[in-house]
């Protein structure tokens, strides 16, 4: 089965808005093995959406929509597809009632507009809407299935999974989309694919999309197959061979964040971590604290902008900044060794840097990061200089600073199991 | 004038990838008085393209397509719009030689594929590429123009500065777009909307939209107009009327993020500010430090998850943490008087709450927040619940706490305009 989308809206049309919604009645629309094969984004004029439902009707058996379910006159779905359809809107009591409980209950009496929101077109089947007023609609039409649904997301994705997607169930054929997200860190985009590209071209039924991040690529593989057993079998070789040929790059074939990998790490090893963060500002410690329950293995961090706050939080030397310069390795080093210390974590990060856009010299450009990472044993550093702005540096940075860590663990792994001996710093 | 804009690309249609060189072009091209009446993504399928380009060249004067002029076979853009309009396609000789060129630059043979790249629709106009291989085009049939471009964001921004903007210049009228961005935070979207709506409802020439996002409310105003004075009148009288309707609660007409209006008040009033943040994680440092030139307001941050950091970093005392709880008003206020003490910052603020999903309790249930902002007379307090999950609320939290900073030399300033005899805590 293949799929049309419609968003109506105008504020679709602006510099400022994009059509989200698609996003996830692709994933799901997908996972039930029907491919969305246009998206069309339309405003509010009642002729501009009356032609987008026509044209789509004559093309897909589904076309699904998302806004103008509204109550103010701009909100013309309901009006735009009846005229096409030649069918009547009427109130709906049952609706109406449920519109002004609604109302009731937050202490307010309905305005005389919403009552639009209750209009049903003529054998439609109301689709209930338990997060707001304006129900959805499911309307069958000279063998095409039209589905209205309301544009606020949270609206429109507890209806989907309530009242669409059991409908779909049933009538969707045994194709389903197979799926695998592999993640790499340390590799640019032109490595990874001139690695893979001669691995997944022969894979002709798979389609493999790249996309970048700084400092993460990441490869999405999707096979469509009436044969669970044998679609996944196709990805678990086809994700075998990409992760050979990138190596220990590859750090999730499941689509997880490396904050959540490394989040695992420190778990299963009982670590702990704590961070001393200077062109970062907090980007380090907030992203190791997005993942629930991280107060296990996050003892806390420093941002420490100025050279009195390094010297007073994690024992940087005076002498040595005034030596080497806030901006290098032996800095990164300490901060990391400091903030260890202090809060008697396994792991402490340093990184200090210039994020720009001012600030950078001839010898420490705008761009250029040290990262130390220290344990109980010493600590090592890394020196990077990363491309683009001020954002991008720092999110690179703080990229780099947890994938030294997630290696670190790598390492301490391989060499157990190659020398008894332990680890070394 | 009016356009459509047609995006190529079948991970277009995934759930992974928006079509998000539209929000450029649409930028762009309103600011050329030109209006985007109707988006439409499709794969890389040759009916499926051609058919866009035919309905879209039905309906408007001017279309633009991104994407499908790739080397590969599944670049489709050409031949699709070669066979509708009924040319030929033609290898262009300098085109080709400029691509053999740019290979030979990376000391690199191009691939024979490449030579796709130069095939230019008879009597096409080349847009030359500064940034990439695949040249656009710019045709004229029928009375329309269709313009060809890149997929890649570079590429095409580039390529429309250069070639595609001084020619639309030409062509497009006298109508601009005129444009304000107001920010509020503070209020709910209903709450903004209630006492808005009847304001701007009569100024039917003004497009308004309202955007949401946790703790900030935006209010979008488009005018398009042929006599940029009165335009720019009507704007701002109706900025005027909206900020008087909604008062201290807007806090930039110019679309600025609410750091950046932190950012100028600190400096403003050479004032210096630390954080200490537990369920923020380092997020309120962060926001802090996005601003190029932080380091002359920010000193530093500390992210205390344990109440051991907590008392060393802020000195807490051991008998609040245990009489009050971590999360209190009490322990927010003491964080953010011991940062402000420990670093010499004009202020101090403090954050402590339940981010979730776990740790809730019956008294201080998933959402609940202490913010506690301190200055050299004292500290005040503000304890909210927000709603959401663990992202929304750490950023609401980070949110209010921005907000709280601006308030207070909000409320500075009108004191000492009020009672000439300073600033109380």
């Given at each position: 089965?293949?799929?049309?989308?419609?968003?109506?809206?105008?504020?679709?049309?602006?510099?400022?808005?994009?059509?989200?919604?698609?996003?996830?009645?692709?994933?799901?629309?997908?996972?039930?093995?029907?491919?969305?094969?246009?998206?069309?984004?339309?405003?509010?004029?009642?002729?501009?959406?009356?032609?987008?439902?026509?044209?789509?009707?004559?093309?897909?058996?589904?076309?699904?929509?998302?806004?103008?379910?509204?109550?103010?006159?701009?909100?013309?779905?309901?009006?735009?597809?009846?005229?096409?359809?030649?069918?009547?809107?009427?109130?709906?009591?049952?609706?109406?009632?449920?519109?002004?409980?609604?109302?009731?209950?937050?202490?307010?009496?309905?305005?005389?507009?919403?009552?639009?929101?209750?209009?049903?077109?003529?054998?439609?089947?109301?689709?209930?809407?338990?997060?707001?007023?304006?129900?959805?609609?499911?309307?069958?039409?000279?063998?095409?299935?039209?589905?209205?649904?309301?544009?606020?997301?949270?609206?429109?994705?507890?209806?989907?999974?309530?009242?669409?997607?059991?409908?779909?169930?049933?009538?969707?054929?045994?194709?389903?989309?197979?799926?695998?997200?592999?993640?790499?860190?340390?590799?640019?985009?032109?490595?990874?694919?001139?690695?893979?590209?001669?691995?997944?071209?022969?894979?002709?039924?798979?389609?493999?999309?790249?996309?970048?991040?700084?400092?993460?690529?990441?490869?999405?593989?999707?096979?469509?197959?009436?044969?669970?057993?044998?679609?996944?079998?196709?990805?678990?070789?086809?994700?075998?061979?990409?992760?050979?040929?990138?190596?220990?790059?590859?750090?999730?074939?499941?689509?997880?964040?490396?904050?959540?990998?490394?989040?695992?790490?420190?778990?299963?090893?009982?670590?702990?971590?704590?961070?001393?963060?200077?062109?970062?500002?907090?980007?380090?410690?907030?992203?190791?604290?997005?993942?629930?329950?991280?107060?296990?293995?996050?003892?806390?961090?420093?941002?420490?902008?100025?050279?009195?706050?390094?010297?007073?939080?994690?024992?940087?030397?005076?002498?040595?900044?005034?030596?080497?310069?806030?901006?290098?390795?032996?800095?990164?080093?300490?901060?990391?060794?400091?903030?260890?210390?202090?809060?008697?974590?396994?792991?402490?990060?340093?990184?200090?840097?210039?994020?720009?856009?001012?600030?950078?010299?001839?010898?420490?450009?705008?761009?250029?990061?040290?990262i130390g990472l220290a344990d109980a044993a010493g600590s090592r550093e890394r020196g990077l200089r990363f491309?683009?702005?001020?954002?991008?540096?720092?999110?690179?940075?703080?990229?780099?600073?947890?994938?030294?860590?997630?290696?670190?663990?790598?390492?301490?792994?391989?060499?157990?199991?190659?020398?008894?001996?332990?680890?070394?710093?």
């Open positions: 089965m293949q799929a049309e989308i419609i968003a109506v809206g105008s504020e679709l049309l602006t510099p400022d808005r994009l059509d989200t919604n698609s996003l996830f009645l692709t994933q799901r629309l997908n996972h039930l093995g029907i491919a969305v094969v246009r998206k069309t984004i339309v405003g509010d004029q009642h002729d501009q959406v009356r032609d987008a439902f026509q044209r789509a009707l004559e093309r897909a058996e589904l076309v699904i929509s998302t806004g103008g379910l509204g109550p103010t006159l701009d909100d013309l779905t309901r009006e735009a597809v009846a005229e096409l359809l030649g069918r009547k809107v009427m109130i709906n009591e049952a609706v109406l009632h449920h519109i002004e409980a609604r109302f009731r209950r937050l202490g307010r009496t309905m305005p005389e507009v919403n009552k639009r929101q209750a209009m049903m077109l003529e054998g439609a089947d109301l689709l209930e809407n338990s997060r707001g007023t304006a129900p959805g609609q499911w309307i069958e039409a000279a063998g095409r299935i039209l589905v209205l649904l309301p544009g606020p997301p949270h609206e429109l994705q507890a209806m989907f999974a309530e009242k669409v997607e059991p409908r779909l169930e049933r009538l969707a054929g045994a194709t389903r989309l197979f799926y695998r997200e592999l993640r790499t860190a340390g590799l640019t985009e032109s490595e990874v694919e001139e690695r893979i590209a001669p691995i997944y071209a022969p894979y002709s039924d798979v389609q493999t999309t790249i996309l970048t991040a700084p400092g993460e690529i990441q490869i999405h593989l999707r096979i469509w197959s009436d044969d669970p057993a044998s679609a996944e079998r196709l990805l678990e070789e086809l994700v075998g061979r990409i992760t050979f040929a990138l190596g220990e790059n590859v750090f999730t074939a499941n689509g997880q964040a490396l904050e959540e990998i490394v989040a695992r790490e420190l778990t299963l090893h009982q670590a702990t971590i704590a961070t001393a963060e200077s062109c970062t500002g907090g980007l380090l410690a907030e992203r190791l604290t997005r993942i629930p329950g991280s107060s296990s293995y996050f003892l806390g961090g420093v941002v420490c902008y100025s050279n009195n706050l390094k010297i007073a939080w994690t024992d940087v030397s005076p002498a040595l900044l005034e030596a080497k310069g806030a901006v290098s390795p032996e800095v990164a080093q300490a901060l990391a060794e400091g903030i260890r210390r202090r809060t008697g974590a396994t792991l402490g990060i340093g990184i200090t840097g210039v994020a720009g856009p001012g600030g950078g010299s001839p010898d420490k450009p705008v761009g250029l990061v040290h491309p683009g702005d001020r954002e991008r540096i720092r999110w690179h940075a703080s990229q780099t600073a947890l994938d030294m860590v997630r290696r670190y663990f790598l390492y301490a792994r391989q060499e157990k199991t190659a020398r008894p001996g332990g680890v070394q710093g």
